[in-house]
């Protein structure tokens, strides 16, 4: 394990550089891509823009399932974790043996554990923030889940029972928050990890085709990946900044869903 | 030499005992998807996104047994 990685010390702390390296090297391939489809903007959009108006258009599918409107404040959020998971997860499949490095070799990013465990921590972080933001201290109100609909319209010495029974359910409730992180951190590494094993046992058995077959499986599950983990934190951020007092939020959600089933949708697979 | 042999045998049981749940889970899964595809194929868009995410959740099972391999 130690000789997959370049270890630096930055400060004390231990560094993958070449975990870096490709994290630099997917945002400088996102950013320019950006820049290049975005460059010529009109009312008359030419082929660039129609291309980057799909894309948007997928990203918002996303957020559109399970919020409606309400998911466009945290479109900007779902679509980066989107297009930078999906960049990171289809770098492993480059040939990059072909670089030398002084210690250890270059690897998809999402290869290393570090990089889905801090995108799990910024959903953690995206999904306070927008549950603080349209509910303010209510939010904490979720702890309690099953307890206050139990409750309402009982009798104290029932309400006492309740919460005799069902206060388990407030420590399941906080250990929420680090499951959450946890297996969206362990999917996502474990994923491409394990495509980059099985590249190299399929290598050790056959130089030839063998290895073409389970790269080509490697760009689905990295695809699928991505989308997994956008959709995962969009379920998060819209589960828990959804206000139960404005009901508008379910109409404007059906409707959303009609849309949805009348537009035809964009599907990659 | 002992622990040697625990790892190679162990590990690999634990991990082949591991996929058996989830892939008859993903199985389940996706047996409902294309029968609701079948019967209504215009509601396959909006399920198609929900399959995937009810897939990643299965499929963390078969993957907390791989992590098991490294313990």
Same mark, same amino acid.
């Given at each position: 394990?130690?000789?997959?990685?370049?270890?630096?010390?930055?400060?004390?702390?231990?560094?993958?550089?070449?975990?870096?390296?490709?994290?630099?090297?997917?945002?400088?391939?996102?950013?320019?891509?950006?820049?290049?489809?975005?460059?010529?903007?009109?009312?008359?959009?030419?082929?660039?823009?129609?291309?980057?108006?799909?894309?948007?258009?997928?990203?918002?599918?996303?957020?559109?399932?399970?919020?409606?409107?309400?998911?466009?404040?945290?479109?900007?959020?779902?679509?980066?974790?989107?297009?930078?998971?999906?960049?990171?997860?289809?770098?492993?499949?480059?040939?990059?043996?072909?670089?030398?490095?002084?210690?250890?070799?270059?690897?998809?990013?999402?290869?290393?554990?570090?990089?889905?465990?801090?995108?799990?921590?910024?959903?953690?972080?995206?999904?306070?923030?927008?549950?603080?933001?349209?509910?303010?201290?209510?939010?904490?109100?979720?702890?309690?889940?099953?307890?206050?609909?139990?409750?309402?319209?009982?009798?104290?010495?029932?309400?006492?029972?309740?919460?005799?029974?069902?206060?388990?359910?407030?420590?399941?409730?906080?250990?929420?928050?680090?499951?959450?992180?946890?297996?969206?951190?362990?999917?996502?590494?474990?994923?491409?990890?394990?495509?980059?094993?099985?590249?190299?046992?399929?290598?050790?058995?056959?130089?030839?085709?063998?290895?073409?077959?389970?790269?080509?499986?490697?760009?689905?599950?990295a695809v699928v990946q991505?989308?997994?983990?956008?959709?995962?934190?969009?379920?998060?951020?819209?589960?828990?900044?959804?206000d139960h007092d404005h009901?508008?939020?379910?109409?404007?959600?059906?409707?959303?869903?009609?849309?949805?089933?009348?537009?035809?949708?964009?599907?990659?697979? | 030499?002992?622990?040697?042999?625990?790892?190679?045998?162990?590990?690999?049981? @634990?991990?082949?005992?591991?996929?058996? $749940? +989830?892939?008859? =889970?993903i199985g389940l899964a !996706? %047996?409902?998807?294309?029968?609701?595809? @079948?019967?209504?194929?215009?509601?396959? $868009? +909006?399920?198609? =996104?929900?399959?995937?995410? !009810? %897939?990643?959740?299965?499929?963390?099972? @078969?993957?907390?047994?791989?992590?098991?391999?490294?313990?």
């Amino acid at each position: 394990m130690q000789s997959h990685f370049w270890e630096a010390s930055l400060y004390g702390m231990p560094v993958h550089v070449n975990t870096l390296i490709m994290v630099a090297v997917a945002l400088v391939i996102l950013l320019s891509i950006t820049r290049l489809l975005t460059s010529s903007i009109s009312i008359r959009p030419n082929r660039l823009q129609v291309f980057a108006e799909m894309l948007y258009d997928f990203c918002r599918s996303i957020t559109f399932s399970s919020a409606g409107k309400r998911g466009d404040t945290f479109l900007y959020y779902v679509g980066s974790v989107f297009f930078f998971v999906l960049t990171c997860n289809l770098l492993g499949q480059f040939p990059l043996k072909i670089f030398e490095l002084p210690h250890g070799e270059l690897m998809a990013p999402t290869g290393d554990i570090n990089v889905p465990a801090a995108l799990a921590v910024g959903s953690v972080i995206m999904y306070f923030f927008f549950g603080l933001k349209a509910k303010g201290l209510k939010y904490f109100k979720h702890y309690l889940s099953p307890l206050p609909d139990l409750m309402a319209g009982q009798s104290l010495p029932v309400k006492i029972t309740y919460a005799m029974f069902f206060w388990p359910f407030i420590l399941l409730n906080i250990a929420e928050d680090l499951t959450r992180p946890g297996s969206l951190m362990i999917r996502l590494f474990c994923n491409i990890f394990v495509g980059e094993i099985l590249t190299g046992v399929a290598h050790s058995a056959s130089h030839y085709l063998l290895p073409i077959a389970v790269m080509g499986i490697e760009l689905f599950v990295a695809v699928v990946q991505a989308y997994i983990f956008a959709m995962l934190t969009n379920i998060y951020i819209s589960l828990l900044s959804e206000d139960h007092d404005h009901h508008e939020d379910e109409h404007d959600a059906s409707h959303a869903s009609e849309e949805e089933t009348k537009v035809p949708s964009l599907a990659f697979a | 030499m002992e622990a040697a042999t625990t790892y190679t045998i162990g590990g690999p049981l @634990a991990m082949a005992i591991a996929t058996i $749940g +989830p892939g008859i =889970g993903i199985g389940l899964a !996706a %047996a409902a998807f294309f029968n609701a595809t @079948a019967r209504q194929p215009e509601v396959r $868009g +909006p399920l198609q =996104g929900v399959f995937f995410a !009810a %897939a990643g959740l299965i499929e963390l099972m @078969a993957l907390l047994g791989f992590i098991t391999l490294f313990l």
